[in-house]
């Protein structure tokens, strides 16, 4: 009898955080994905030296980027004005 009624109770809870869960956590969690063409997949590797890297990164932080963003904006603004 004891065995059984602690069986019940621990099922009657197991369901309530089930039942709970469900209402107030949505079924995924974290940012909305991105739109298709906000996507950027290929990724760009470079090697750089010590006194290279230091190079770049002095020149993102003049500029007040991060290395990627100031590398992305380096890279882009070159290539379109070499394609015109």
Do not use: D, H
Not at 4 to 29: A, D, G
Not at 49 to 77: D, F, H, Y
């Amino acid at each position: 009898m004891l065995t059984y009624r602690i069986t019940k109770s621990i099922l009657c809870v197991n369901s309530y955080f089930r039942i709970t869960q469900s209402f107030f956590m949505s079924k995924r969690m974290g940012r909305p994905p991105k739109p298709k063409s906000e996507i950027r997949k290929p990724a760009l590797s470079v090697r750089l030296t010590k006194s290279e890297l230091t190079l770049v990164n002095k020149a993102a932080a003049k500029e007040g980027l991060g290395l990627s963003a100031w590398a992305q904006k380096v890279l882009l603004s070159t290539a379109e004005s070499a394609s015109i």
